[in-house]
Each structure stands twice: as C-alpha cells, then as structure tokens.
Nanobody, 125 residues
C-alpha cells in the first residue's frame, strides 16, 4: 500500500501561483510513476501531469503546458506541482496518484494504483 497526502491548495487570484505537494508513505516511492489529475465540478477526472520514476521524463496536458511544472524528490518521498499563471478554468480538486506501471510514464487514470484524497484549488477571476 501507498498512502498519498496532498497539500498546498487554496484560493488564489487569476495570474497567481500555487505549489502543490504530495507526500507518499508505505512503499518505495521511487518505484512509482507519479501523476497529478484534477476534477472540476460536474466533470470527469482528467490528466494534468506525470513524472517518471527518476524524474527524468515528464508529461503535461496541453491546457497546462508552459504554466505547470511537475517535479519529485525521491529522498523526501514527495512529488510537487508548481502552478503559475493560474486561470479560473484551473479551478478543481487536484489529486496525486501513484502507478506501478511497466511504462516509463503514463497519463491514463486506470494505470494508477493509489490516489490521494485531493486538495481544492480555486482561482478567482
């Protein structure tokens, strides 16, 4: 089992920044591909960003490219999502997830084995 706890969400004005953190415990963190997903009210959960086990490969949804940066610190068992130039449409609950996937990286929710409880991000326009 892997336990994931997100933090760093909150209310921010459009154009502002937030840094989300996701602390993992339970299993060897570096064995897992890590991802961030988000779910807006009334919508499905969608991919935001993912990072490979070593941190050397990353992927982003088109909607956040150039604004969000994912990173991980395997020594601290933590993955981060730096979010800049936030827009009202970024408002959602953000979830981190861990995948024990064969692939180097994955953007598919069903590939992820463990999920955090989510942190609310609200961007006011």
């Amino acid at each position: 089992q892997v336990q994931l706890v997100e933090s760093g969400g909150g209310l921010v004005q459009a154009g502002g920044s937030l840094r989300l953190s996701c602390a993992a415990s339970g299993r060897t963190f570096s064995n897992y591909v890590m991802g961030w997903f988000r779910q807006a009210p009334g919508k499905e959960r969608v991919f935001v960003s993912a990072i490979s086990r070593s941190g050397g490969v990353t992927d982003y949804a088109d909607s956040v490219k150039g604004r969000f940066t994912i990173s991980r610190d395997n020594a601290k068992n933590t993955v981060y999502l730096q979010m800049n130039s936030l827009k009202a449409e970024d408002t959602a609950v953000f979830y981190c997830a861990a995948a024990n996937a064969r692939r180097l990286i994955t953007t598919t929710p069903r590939d992820y084995d463990y999920w955090g409880q989510g942190t609310q991000v609200t961007v006011s326009s």
